[in-house]
């Protein structure tokens, strides 16, 4: 008998919570079906926004982004040993230039293991500032020196941010070729294009300089940008039996747990690997940025041009 009652008490239960759900689900849609259209304005706003601080940033900088020494040339040094990254920063700044100076850290214990110095100097100078402040011989056994010249590293810069040029040029081409539909597919590029575009101009505001890894992780953030996108665009486009509303809830309901899953992963590697390596640090801070920005892009943006795209093929066939 209490059986009996616990199933009914569930059944009235799932009842009562399906009108719920539907009549939000309904809410929502009559305030998306009103101000869609609107809503284009929050990202066309900061979009023009990051290109205004971008003119900015070139006209005081004379580059797009602050790049670090593998991509401008200089000496990286490695001192295996704790050293107060402030007041080395502070006492060497006048004598070398361009300096840089960060802790490399255990990634259990977080204790201080070396530091890193980075510099535009030459390897010379760098050395015989660095023996002198510290008072011994910098050898193999206490340190590492690394010089690239400032030549091989433009041209390196240059040749990577053609493969980044190329990467997005081709992913531009498969997804005309995919959806063969001009606005469709203007709407996917035009988000993956703000998300890099964005992502870059917050990395600049956050004073990071750019490595060839972080060229790297904005390659890697193309394939980030594009997926919910083509998600999105696929199910609203080719599926028929449903309404354009709820084939935007369904590709939203899976294109967040995609992007999901992997901030808080990315977000995880980040706090781990944050001490530990400047390599990954960049990278998963490009990454994590850029995931942050395809959200905004995805579901304002591009969901706003593809349901006045789709409503407008309805009423036309109609």
């Known amino acids: 008998m209490e059986e009996k009652n616990e199933t009914k008490q569930a059944t009235e239960n799932h009842s009562q919570e399906i009108p719920h759900k539907e009549r939000f689900a309904s809410k929502f849609s009559r305030f998306h079906d009103k101000n869609y259209k609107v809503l284009l304005i929050i990202p066309a706003i900061i979009l023009i926004a990051s290109f205004a601080y971008m003119f900015y940033f070139y006209h005081v900088h004379g580059d797009f982004v602050r790049k670090d020494i ?3 040339g200089g000496t990286s040094v490695t001192i295996y040993e704790n050293i ?8 060497l700044s006048g004598k070398l230039a361009s300096l840089d100076v960060r802790a490399i850290s255990d990634l259990i214990t977080n204790q201080q ?7 535009t100097s030459d390897a010379n100078t760098t050395r015989t500032v660095l023996e002198n402040y510290l008072g011994y011989q910098l050898t193999s056994q206490n340190s590492s020196f690394e010089f690239t010249g400032s030549t091989l590293s433009s041209s390196f810069f240059q040749q990577l941010v053609i493969a980044v040029i190329i990467a997005f040029v081709l992913m531009a081409l498969v997804v005309f070729i995919m959806f063969r539909t001009f ?7 035009i988000s993956a294009f703000a998300d890099i575009f964005m992502t870059l101009t917050a990395f600049n505001m956050l004073g990071f300089k750019l490595s060839s890894a972080g060229i ?4 890697m953030l193309i394939g980030y940008s594009v997926d919910t996108d083509i998600l999105l665009t696929n199910r609203v486009l080719r599926r028929h039996e449903m309404s354009v509303n709820r084939k935007i809830w369904g590709a939203f309901k899976t294109g967040m747990t995609m992007v999901l899953t992997s901030f808080v992963a990315v977000g995880l590697a980040l706090i781990l690997t944050g001490s530990y390596s400047n390599v990954l640090t960049q990278i998963f801070t490009i990454i994590l940025i850029g995931i942050g920005f395809d959200i905004f892009n995805t579901w304002l943006t591009n969901v706003s041009i593809i349901k006045w795209y789709a409503l407008k093929k309805e009423k036309n066939v109609a």
Not at 183 to 189: D, E, L, Q
Not at 216 to 219: E, G, R, S
């Open 113 to 119: 293991k070396a530091i890193v110095i980075e510099t």
């Open 216 to 219: 790297i992780a904005f390659l």
């Open 183 to 189: 606005v469709p597919s203007s709407a996917v590029i």
């Open 84 to 91: 107060s990254v402030d007041k080395i920063q502070s006492d």
């Open 70 to 72: 593998s991509l401008t």
